[in-house]
């Protein structure tokens, strides 16, 4: 098994067990609450309103963390929150002039395309991401600067045309940047900058490699730089 699908594994398996032992503690909450106030009919008919209402929330945050854990099996990239602390860095490798039409595929919850954008306003920028949860949370968390130049996308990235991209960032696993590697050398016009977070193109030697100096099992340590000249056949 190769490290991308150890991690992407790992990762599905802890949010898993975090989603069912919060469902119990709430359960076993609702429970308690109850036998505390057997005696009282007055506040047992509280008690089973509250019950009521504290079981569809759990309903609902189950459905969603189930909707969440089917994006991972449907995307085959799963959302990774990358450090904030590292934004700045990749801000810097991205290197996005004004004019430019940068893309995030995979964008997640649209933080680097929102660290981008209060760098150089004078830019467009398009998140596409195919998992429903990350893209929902992403229109709401940005929807202050979301308009004509900034724009997050609910599809899969391999099909939408990136011929108009100047920049593109990516953070994906090892097996989904071999696969997205004919579509970037097919469309991508000549010096297209593009920036993977952690992991490289299968042979194609990066023209930067920016080491983040974060600790071993800290996520995002290494930026690889291409241009679209190392990409074309």
């Given at each position: 098994?190769?490290?991308?699908?150890?991690?992407?594994?790992?990762?599905?398996?802890?949010?898993?067990?975090?989603?069912?032992?919060?469902?119990?503690?709430?359960?076993?909450?609702?429970?308690?609450?109850?036998?505390?106030?057997?005696?009282?009919?007055?506040?047992?008919?509280?008690?089973?309103?509250?019950?009521?209402?504290?079981?569809?929330?759990?309903?609902?945050?189950?459905?969603?963390?189930?909707?969440?854990?089917?994006?991972?099996?449907?995307?085959?990239?799963?959302?990774?929150?990358?450090?904030?602390?590292?934004?700045?860095?990749?801000?810097?490798?991205?290197?996005?002039?004004?004019?430019?039409?940068?893309?995030?595929?995979?964008?997640?919850?649209?933080?680097?395309?929102?660290?981008?954008?209060?760098?150089e306003s004078d830019a467009k920028y398009i998140g596409i991401d195919k998992a429903i949860v990350p893209h929902v949370y992403a229109k709401f968390r940005l929807r202050k600067i979301l308009g004509s130049?900034?724009?997050?996308?609910?599809?899969?990235?391999?099909?939408?045309?990136?011929?108009?991209?100047?920049?593109?960032?990516?953070?994906?696993?090892?097996?989904?940047?071999?696969?997205?590697?004919?579509?970037?050398?097919?469309?991508?016009?000549?010096?297209?900058?593009?920036?993977?977070?952690?992991?490289?193109?299968?042979?194609?030697?990066?023209?930067?490699?920016?080491?983040?100096?974060?600790?071993?099992?800290?996520?995002?340590?290494?930026?690889?730089?291409?241009?679209?000249?190392?990409?074309k056949k």
């Amino acid at each position: 098994m190769s490290y991308g699908r150890k991690y992407r594994l790992k990762f599905m398996c802890r949010r898993f067990v975090v989603l069912c032992i919060s469902a119990r503690l709430v359960w076993t909450f609702v429970l308690a609450e109850r036998a505390f106030f057997v005696y009282t009919s007055f506040m047992e008919t509280l008690i089973f309103v509250g019950q009521i209402f504290i079981v569809i929330i759990c309903i609902l945050v189950m459905i969603v963390g189930l909707m969440y854990q089917w994006s991972l099996f449907a995307t085959r990239a799963p959302f990774v929150e990358i450090p904030k602390e590292i934004l700045g860095d990749i801000v810097k490798a991205m290197d996005v002039k004004p004019g430019s039409i940068v893309y995030d595929l995979g964008s997640g919850d649209g933080r680097v395309l929102a660290a981008c954008y209060r760098k150089e306003s004078d830019a467009k920028y398009i998140g596409i991401d195919k998992a429903i949860v990350p893209h929902v949370y992403a229109k709401f968390r940005l929807r202050k600067i979301l308009g004509s130049n900034f724009k997050l996308l609910h599809k899969n990235f391999f099909r939408h045309d990136l011929s108009d991209a100047t920049h593109i960032y990516v953070y994906l696993f090892p097996g989904l940047l071999k696969s997205l590697l004919p579509k970037l050398q097919k469309e991508l016009k000549p010096g297209t900058r593009v920036v993977s977070c952690d992991f490289e193109f299968p042979d194609i030697k990066p023209v930067e490699v920016v080491d983040l100096n974060r600790p071993k099992g800290k996520r995002g340590r290494k930026l690889y730089v291409y241009l679209i000249k190392q990409l074309k056949k």
